[in-house]
Structures are given as structure tokens and as C-alpha cells.
């Protein structure tokens, strides 16, 4: 798995409340989740403290990237994809979005 972002990605900042509705927007159609999103998580630079890592889907058909904005950046990009993976899984326990299984794996 790449933490590179994709040039020509369509950037979307979502925060963290709005997830439900973004996942919903833009990762499902025709009441499936489009099988190529991938969970990421991009750099994140604060100036005068250590680099942290936002988690972000992607999903490739629309070229679009969804940056998920967290009280604050994660220490590293398994835990910024392990957080949203989190959040994905507990949405769709209790029915808020649609998940394949394998994209919360």
C-alpha cells in the first residue's frame, strides 16, 4: 500500500463527523462499495512539531480523495489507516454506511 497521493486525485477534507455522509457519497454507488477504494493515510506537516498522518480513502474510478480530519494527526500511517478502518466498522455495525468486508481489513 502507497502513502503517495495521486496528482490528479479530486481532494476532499471530510471531517471526522461527516464521514458517514462522505463514505456515502463518494465510495458507494448503486448500494456497493466500489470495489477499488482503498483506506490511506496522507502526510500531515505542522510546523515546529513531529510529522503526523491523516487517515484517507481513495477512490480510484472517480479520482477522488477523501481526507478525514481527526481531532489530530496519527503517529503513524498504520494508525491513521487502523483509525478509519475503525470508524468504517463501526458505521456499518450500526447501519449508518455500507462496508464490504475486506475493505475494513
Known sequence: MTNAIPASAHMIAAPVHDLAAAWNQHAVERCQVDPATE????????????????????????????????????????????????????MAAEGSIILQPEIAA
Open 39 to 90: 483506506l490511506l493515510a496522507v502526510p500531515v506537516t505542522r510546523p515546529g512539531r513531529k510529522p503526523g498522518w491523516r487517515p484517507a480513502f481513495r477512490v480510484p474510478a472517480t479520482s477522488t480523495l477523501v481526507i478525514v480530519h481527526t481531532a489530530s494527526p496519527h503517529a503513524s500511517p498504520e494508525q491513521a489507516r487502523q483509525c478509519l478502518a475503525d470508524l468504517l466498522t463501526a
